[in-house]
């Protein structure tokens, strides 16, 4: 029961400011630090108790946390598909430019037919 609530402060506090602003801009800076923002979700998990024996992997599966990697991953892929799908209210067009196939086969010089 310990161990369940550190988890959770540890997703309600320290999360959030390690994944600050991962989907804010094509750029993401929260790309530059990564080893840096998995060594303290690493060192978090390493030090509750019974735990140091497990590889970092088997922590997550244990505690059900994902990477901290695949997080701004996932988020930019659920934001991706929020916009096409249309639920959030902005024009798809601000971020992608479609392309048509028979314009990608013009622009190669390769037949797709």
């Not at 369940?4 to 506090?13: D, E, P």
């Amino acid at each position: 029961m310990y161990v369940v609530k550190l988890i959770s402060v540890f997703k309600v506090y320290v999360r959030p400011i390690l994944e600050y602003c991962s989907v804010v801009s094509v750029w993401n800076p929260c790309f530059l630090n990564v080893n840096t923002k998995e060594s303290v979700q690493r060192k978090f998990t390493k030090r509750l108790p019974g735990m140091k024996t497990f590889s970092y992997h088997q922590r997550l599966v244990k505690f059900g946390l994902e990477s901290l990697e695949l997080r701004p991953l996932r988020a930019d892929l659920l934001f991706t598909y929020k916009l096409v799908v249309g639920i959030i209210n902005l024009k798809l067009s601000d971020f992608f430019s479609l392309l048509i196939l028979t314009e990608l086969a013009a622009a190669t010089d390769t037949n797709y037919t």
